[in-house]
């Protein structure tokens, strides 16, 4: 019986072992043939940038021009998508049209970058749509916030470039909002991100405070944005790995039962336990109200997902759908610091 035992006890090592052997095997090929991410070029004067709605509609023509001369006091040229003012229901066009739109301007020479003008929902709709090689072989900075963050996940998945979750084309771009954008697209800085220090006439400031559920430091790609695009996604093949980044995410409109919904899903669809840190931004009208009045808040919510995580996690960064907001390069290796409310990049966003 003992022998029969011992049997057993090598036969399961020899599997094991052998699983080891396969699992670091596949690594090791994983590694060898996955591409270097790549770096757009910085924009510069002058510099003509593609104008996209690849969700939802913006058709007044007072609206499509003040967006232009937004772009041209940034010092930079609109062109516009040829379905640009197309309108299909709720959105910008059929879902071909759009993703046409997104695939021309990445195919344009002259074209350096692509706004979005707005988001709303749709991008997700278009994902299958896009030509990749075209994308991949044509490197811009794509910017935007909300559901354009359904781009900026496929492409970091299947282009392997950095896009900027910032201000869209017709955001108000405050200076604050102009200067971060500016020092990571323009000026290739490495740029440091800590909220603006308020101004109330208060004996305590209560603007541009953030909150720790874990402290310490943590470094990892930032990956990240709309929280109720992300969750659509699992499960999806447009998300990148996340092992090891660090998730910076934001929200609008969400009650704290759905924030908690949302994290749910990406914790049992094993994104959460990968991470390196967590940053959540700003969640615009997310209080509890009607029937979840007395339930949960917002931070106790992100405290019960977060905090078991073990990991560097803060909440209450200056991104979101806000007027003001930090420009955060996707892909970008980045060092935060959950005690200070920081986050800062270990390199340039562009080359």
């Excluded at 049209?97 to 988001?119: C, I, L, N, S």
């Excluded at 874990?214 to 929280?227: E, F, I, M, Q, S």
């Excluded at 909440?315 to 959950?338: C, K, N, T, W, Y």
Aim: net charge neutral.
């Amino acid at each position: 019986m003992e022998a029969i035992s011992d049997m057993r006890i090598d036969r399961r090592a020899l599997i094991a072992g052998a699983g080891a052997m396969l699992a670091a095997s596949r690594t090791r090929a994983a590694q060898a043939v996955a591409p270097a991410w790549i770096k757009p070029q910085r924009l510069r004067a002058g510099d003509t940038v593609g104008l996209i709605q690849p969700a939802g509609f913006a058709d007044d023509a007072f609206d499509i021009a003040l967006v232009e001369d937004t772009v041209r006091a940034m010092g930079l040229t609109p062109r516009r998508a040829p379905h640009l003012l197309d309108r299909y229901g709720y959105l910008a066009g059929k879902d071909a049209d759009r993703a046409a739109d997104v695939t021309a301007m990445y195919a344009d020479p002259v074209v350096k970058a692509v706004f979005a003008v707005r988001g709303g929902w749709g991008c997700a709709r278009i994902l299958p749509h896009l030509d990749f090689r075209i994308i991949r072989a044509n490197p811009k900075l794509l910017v935007g916030y909300s559901d354009i963050t359904a781009l900026h996940m496929a492409f970091a998945a299947r282009a392997g470039f950095t896009t900027i979750h910032g201000p869209v084309a017709s955001s108000g771009w405050d200076s604050f909002s102009r200067d971060s954008f500016r020092a990571v697209a323009f000026d290739a800085q490495a740029a440091e991100y800590h909220n603006p220090v308020g101004t109330q006439d208060r004996l305590v400031q209560r603007i541009g405070r953030t909150i720790c559920f874990h402290p310490g430091k943590a470094t990892g790609r930032l990956l990240g944005g709309n929280l109720t695009v992300l969750s659509a996604l699992a499960g999806t093949p447009w998300l990148p790995d996340f092992t090891g980044a660090i998730l910076f995410i934001e929200d609008i409109g969400e009650q704290p039962y759905r924030i908690d919904r949302m994290l749910t899903q990406l914790g049992q669809a094993g994104i959460l336990p990968r991470l390196a840190g967590v940053v959540f931004g700003q969640c615009t009208d997310c209080a509890p109200g009607g029937e979840s009045y007395g339930g949960f808040t917002l931070s106790e919510v992100l405290q019960q997902h977060l905090e078991p995580l073990g990991i560097p996690a803060f909440q209450g960064a200056q991104f979101g759908h806000v007027a003001s907001q930090f420009s955060l390069p996707i892909g970008i290796r980045a060092e935060m610091d959950a005690q200070a409310g920081t986050l800062r990049l270990l390199e340039p966003a562009v080359s």
